[in-house]
T-cell receptor, first 115, second 110 residues
C-alpha cells in the first residue's frame, strides 16, 4: 500500500515568505507527527496529532510555526516569515495509534531552503 | 547534557566487518529503544525495536539495551555496501514522544 507522502519534495523560498508543507499519512493511521532534521542536529520533534487534535504545541520552535490536520488525514505545517535558520528537512510520520512507537512510518521529507 | 548522545562519526569499514553503533542516554524513564536507518534523501525506516533491557536479533542485526548503564548498541555482522546509511537511535518513555540521537553515517567499502 501507499506510504506516507509529503509535498513538495524540495522548496526554495526567500527570507520573509510564508511556506506550507503537506503530509499525507498512511490511510487509517490516526496519529501523525512532524519532525525537523537539520544538518548535524538529528531529528527534532515538533508536534503530534491524535485525530485532528494537537494537544501539545510546545515543540514548535516559535510562533511563526503552526500546523493543522483536517478530516483526520492530511496535515499542513505552515512557517510564516521564514528565516534562514528554518532551512532543514521537515519529516512527517504516522502510526496506527498515538505513540505506537514500533510502527511509526516516515515520509521522504520536504527539503526547505530559505535564501 | 543532552538526553540522547550518539557519536556523530562518520564511520568507514571494509565489507564483511562487524560494526558497532552506540548511544547513551540520561533519562531513566526511557523504556522503548529503536534503531532507524536513513538512506540519503529518504525518510528514516525502523530497523530494530526493543522494549526495556535485553538483546534482540534480526538476521545480521543485533540490538542490545543495558538500562543499568543507560547504553544501547546496534551490531551489524558481515556488513555490506548496502548497509551504507545514517543510523539513528531513538527512545521514549511509555506513551510519549521519541527522542532521537544525532545519527552516525556509516560507509561500507567494497
Amino acid at each position: 500500500g501507499a506510504g506516507v507522502s509529503q509535498s513538495p519534495s524540495n522548496k526554495v523560498t526567500e527570507k520573509g515568505k510564508d511556506v506550507e508543507l503537506r503530509c499525507d499519512p498512511i490511510s487509517g493511521h490516526t496519529a501523525l507527527y512532524w519532525y525537523r532534521q537539520s544538518l548535524g542536529q538529528g531529528l527534532e520533534f515538533l508536534i503530534y496529532f491524535q485525530g485532528n487534535s494537537a494537544p501539545d504545541k510546545s515543540g514548535l520552535p516559535s510562533d511563526r510555526f503552526s500546523a493543522e490536520r483536517t478530516g483526520g488525514s492530511v496535515s499542513t505545517l505552515t512557517i510564516q516569515r521564514t528565516q534562514q535558520e528554518d532551512s532543514a528537512v521537515y519529516l512527517c510520520a504516522s502510526s496506527l495509534a498515538l505513540f505506537f512507537q514500533n510502527e511509526q512510518y516516515f515520509g521522504p521529507g520536504t527539503r526547505l531552503t530559505v535564501t | 547534557q543532552k538526553e540522547v548522545e550518539q557519536d556523530p562519526g562518520p564511520l568507514s569499514v571494509p565489507e564483511g566487518a562487524i560494526v558497532s553503533l552506540n548511544c547513551t542516554y540520561s533519562n531513566s524513564a526511557f523504556q522503548y529503544f529503536m534503531w532507524y536507518r536513513q538512506y540519503s534523501r529518504k525518510g528514516p525506516e525502523l530497523l530494530m525495536y526493543t522494549y526495556s533491557s535485553g538483546n534482540k536479533e534480526d538476521g545480521r542485526f543485533t540490538a542490545q539495551v543495558d538500562k543499568s548503564s543507560k547504553y544501547i548498541s546496534l551490531f551489524i555482522r558481515d556488513s555490506q555496501p548496502s548497509d551504507s546509511a545514517t543510523y539513528l537511535c531513538a527512545m521514549s518513555p511509555p506513551n510519549s514522544k521519541l527522542t532521537f540521537g544525532k545519527g552516525i553515517t556509516l560507509s561500507v567499502r567494497p
